[in-house]
């Protein structure tokens, strides 16, 4: 997507790899929306720090993170020994497998690039074939999220509230996003709505990253704090709910997200309000059975106590701060423990609809239509 700072535009994606210096290039989304800078990682230890500690973060952005730092991993390995170069990428595969739990994405996009590379005979081969890989993966995600822009669309007709949570846009993907693609393509279709963003407490995805996303686009938005949807939805100020995901299961239809998706699910269900996902292929897990045996990242609990900002107009500076500066807070009693699940499992009979790059189904019908979706 396009990035406006000061008088400049450019386009971005959230993650691209530069192979002349084998480094994985990212935003760093922790700092914004208050700065915009480029990291850039320098091996495939740094690719799953830059992962776990979410400097990237959101499930198709981590994949398309998990497959160029695959590809990272490999291509720094020297010598030809084959056996040695299949142990080494079995240990890259494991230590960015490991960075976060609960999107099965990453797990996929390696799997992919893994698929590829065992194409080739040499060392030599099978580096060039993850590289290869890893790009086509970035690719065709993207093209995955112009198709979920395509056919949700029409979900957004004029004048309507729309309701997202976290950030699902393409700061979590590698462009457009996939909550926020029919939004996108429904403002360059000309039609005008607004949109409300949670704002995701703990880490407030929802009021720095898709505010800032819908600010830099020029939608029309308003920040609500997580616990205003139940309001809102009962005064029918919310038309229309859509989220993404961190992993769909194709047996069963059960979606983890953001952990708040499920309370606006009930929300929605309540009020009669349309609650859709949108995701690309590679968010769907056609192995687990059940949406409980989903790994629920817990983090630490610090995150719900305190927050992090910037330091802005001298009625609210914390003593000590210059302007501008970032700086974490204590907001709860510091004696008190905190618990602080990342994610949540909503049911496949709250979901109207799941908006696939193959069109929008309902969760039940992934299952018969798994050869389709790529299983
Ligand atoms: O903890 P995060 O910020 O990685 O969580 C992100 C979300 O929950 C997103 O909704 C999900 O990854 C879908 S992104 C298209």
Redesign the pocket.
């Known amino acids: 997507m396009n990035v406006t700072l000061g008088h400049h535009t450019r386009h971005y994606r959230t993650v691209w790899f530069e192979a002349k210096t084998n480094r994985v290039h990212l935003i760093e989304q922790r700092l914004l929306p208050h700065r915009f800078e480029i990291v850039a990682t320098r091996d495939f230890r740094e690719t799953a720090r830059a992962i776990r500690d979410?400097i990237v973060?959101?499930?198709?952005?981590?994949a398309a993170t998990a497959a160029y730092g695959l590809a990272q991993g490999v291509l720094a390995f020297r010598g030809s020994n084959l056996d040695r170069f299949t142990a080494h990428a079995e240990s890259v595969y494991q230590t960015i497998k490991s960075a976060?739990p609960t999107?099965v994405d990453p797990v996929n996009a390696m799997n992919q690039v893994r698929a590829v590379m065992a194409g080739g005979e040499t060392v030599g081969e099978q580096q060039a074939l993850a590289l290869a890989a890893a790009e086509q993966f970035a690719n065709e995600s993207v093209e995955h999220c112009r198709a979920i822009g395509r056919h949700g669309a029409a979900l957004i007709r004029r004048g309507l509230n729309v309701l997202t949570?976290?950030?699902?846009?393409w700061l979590?993907?590698v462009d457009l996003?996939?909550?926020t693609a029919p939004i996108y393509t429904a403002q360059a279709q000309g039609r005008k709505f607004h949109v409300f963003c949670d704002e995701t407490r703990p880490?407030c995805?929802g009021s720095t990253l898709t505010a800032w996303e819908l600010a830099q686009q020029g939608v029309p938005h308003h920040v609500i704090a997580d616990n205003a949807a139940g309001h809102l939805m009962q005064r029918g100020e919310i038309d229309l709910v859509i989220?993404?995901?961190?992993r769909v299961l194709g047996r069963t239809g059960e979606v983890a997200?953001?952990i708040g998706?499920y309370t606006k699910a009930v929300l929605a269900h309540r009020h009669g309000i349309p609650f859709y996902v949108?995701?690309p292929l590679s968010?769907i897990d056609w192995t687990l059975k059940r949406g409980f045996d989903i790994p629920i990242?817990e983090r630490e609990e610090a995150e719900v106590l305190g927050a992090w900002g910037v330091v802005r107009g001298s009625r609210f500076k914390v003593q000590g701060s210059k302007l501008g500066q970032r700086v974490f807070v204590q907001v709860g009693n510091p004696t008190s423990g905190a618990r602080n699940p990342?994610?949540d499992v909503t049911p496949p009979e709250l979901i109207t609809g799941i908006i696939t790059p193959a069109g929008i189904l309902k969760p039940k019908e992934l299952w018969p239509r798994r050869r389709e979706l790529g299983w």
């Open positions: 979410m973060r959101g499930a198709p952005a981590i976060r999107a949570h976290c950030n699902a846009g979590a993907c996003g996939t909550a880490r995805q989220v993404g995901s961190d997200n953001k998706t949108a995701i968010t990242e990342g994610f």
